[in-house]
Nanobody, 117 residues
Framework: QVQLVESGGGLVQPGGSLRLSCQAS????????MGWFRQAPGKQREVVAT???????DIVPAVKGRFTISRDFARNSVVLQMNSLKPGDTAVYYC???????????WGQGTQVTVSS
């Protein structure tokens, strides 16, 4: 497994923007998959957006057109740009990575995103 460190959560008003960043360590090679999951109170953890080294993008329909994921494959980092945030986006956001297809998931510690007026 790799180590993942997230930054960038916080409190924002509806319609605002936040940028989440995640830096991986412990892998000399580009990680096969990096991305973001979230978990709201009382709900299961769900994928938000992930991107693989062969450019397969998995993104939940609820955030399409509002969130953008980008990766620096050489540095093993990933950024989630979140625009037009809604109260329903409130959750703990977790960075996720897999070293190769079928690998175990590695997780960051989570960062709180709260969208409220």
């Amino acid at each position: 497994q790799v180590q993942l460190v997230e930054s960038g959560g916080g409190l924002v008003q509806p319609g605002g923007s936040l940028r989440l960043s995640c830096q991986a360590s412990g892998s000399a090679n580009p990680l096969f998959r990096m991305g973001w999951f979230r978990q709201a109170p009382g709900k299961q953890r769900e994928v938000v957006a992930t991107l693989t080294t062969d450019d397969f993008l998995d993104i939940v329909p609820a955030v399409k057109g509002r969130f953008t994921i980008s990766r620096d494959f050489a540095r093993n980092s990933v950024v989630l740009q979140m625009n037009s945030l809604k109260p329903g986006d409130t959750a703990v956001y977790y960075c996720n990575a897999r070293r190769w297809l079928g690998d175990f998931d590695s997780w960051g510690q989570g960062t709180q995103v709260t969208v409220s007026s």
